[in-house]
């Protein structure tokens, strides 16, 4: 079993089975019981703090209450709320960023607001009936943008199959003047950043055949110099060696001007030459036949990680150079509706669920007197 960041204590098997680090023996392993209050000592200021939904075993990492007078979540909504607000990181026993450590004595050493158990009831019975309404907006809005993404896709598909129609499958490695990756290890570490100087280019600056501007990072413009072999400028394509569910292995995007940039690691700076434009390059390399061809490519086990050898073996179509921009054109026309569509769905989930914070975050610690509301 896990203590996930969301607050969920489950099994494994409910939830996902990679990305874990498996022990060979489980020394240390412990019992855990549904009901019980699971604290994650290494995770919990990032909120993986829940109650179990099941019967299982866990790590030595995670501790283990059992509350026989007052409600288990309770205690796990408002360790949670301190975790959000930022108190438990502040707990932080080691040099390193984050190391909060929260172990026993800690959690031991707090004082927490007890209310009598009835009035902890009393809570829980109002935000699970508040939270359900804002649960099944969320939901009905997640679906929504799974739907679009879905439809965005069938579109991009659709046209990608007029592209390979019309031209022929060519390995990336004959599309490119060059290709880089960023620096590995000490090369670039948090220590080398700066307030200003020589712009970063990191995995969520790469979206999905767009450029997110907001992930700032930036090294001084004298170390930037000597890292120039990873150097990107205008016009440069930037493919993604990692991702997830929702940012996609391999997607590309091309890079506007924003000046002096390096790539870092996991990132690849792809320069087209003639025979493929910049905005047709990151579109195609973005495509989901693209994207599915680069997951089979991909090297790892948990977690699948490309590398500028795989990035050159993908092989995309390559029409006329007329043709070219007539797809990136015809996407975009009929891709933003789908896309504005998205945004909206996306910003009211964020609401819904700042608002759903909010809610729990005021009932737990008096906030709102919830005793003529149930």
């Not at 299982?56 to 607000?85: D, N, T």
């Not at 009936?129 to 804002?134: C, D, L, N, P, Y």
């Amino acid at each position: 079993m896990t203590a996930f960041r969301d607050g969920e204590v489950t099994l494994r098997s409910l939830r996902r089975s990679a990305g874990f680090t498996e022990a060979v023996q489980e020394h240390g392993y412990q019992g855990v019981r549904r009901g019980e209050l699971v604290i994650h000592s290494m995770d919990a200021f990032a909120g993986a703090i829940g109650v179990s939904d099941s019967d299982g075993k866990m790590s030595p990492v995670a501790h283990i209450y059992s509350i026989p007078a007052g409600e288990p979540r309770y205690f796990a909504l408002l360790l949670r709320i301190m975790a959000q607000r930022g108190y438990i990181e502040s707990l932080a026993k080691g040099i390193r960023e984050r190391s909060t450590s929260f172990d026993r004595a800690t959690f031991r050493s707090l004082r927490l607001p007890v209310p009598p158990t009835e009035e902890q009831s009393r809570i829980l019975r109002f935000l699970d009936q508040e939270t359900a309404q804002i649960d099944a907006f969320i939901a009905k809005n997640e679906e929504l943008v799974v739907l679009l993404a879905e439809r965005r896709d069938s579109l991009w598909t659709e046209l990608y199959d007029d592209a390979a129609t019309a031209g022929r499958l060519v390995p990336v490695r004959r599309l490119v003047a060059s290709i880089v990756d960023g620096p590995f290890g000490s090369s670039l570490t948090s220590a080398h950043y700066s307030t200003s100087g020589t712009r970063v280019i990191r995995l969520g600056n790469i979206g999905v055949n767009e450029f997110k501007p907001a992930d700032e990072a930036f090294i001084s413009t004298e170390y930037g110099a000597q890292l120039a072999t990873h150097a990107a400028r205008a016009g440069d394509v930037i493919v993604a060696g990692l991702g997830d569910e929702r940012m996609p292995l391999g997607r590309a995007c091309v890079l506007p001007d924003i000046g002096p940039a390096i790539v870092k690691a996991d990132c690849y700076r792809v320069r087209p030459n003639r025979l493929v434009s910049a905005e047709y390059l990151a579109w195609i390399l973005s495509a989901p036949p693209t994207r599915g061809q680069m997951r089979l490519l991909a090297r790892g086990t948990t977690r699948l990680r490309l590398n500028t050898s795989v990035v050159r073996d993908v092989r995309v179509p390559v029409p006329s150079a007329s043709l070219q921009a007539e797809l990136v054109a015809r996407f975009g026309g009929r891709s933003d509706k789908i896309d504005t569509a998205m945004s909206k769905a996306k910003h009211g989930i964020e609401l819904a669920r700042e608002r759903r914070a909010a809610l729990i975050s005021a009932a737990v610690t008096g906030e709102i007197d919830v005793g003529m509301a149930v």
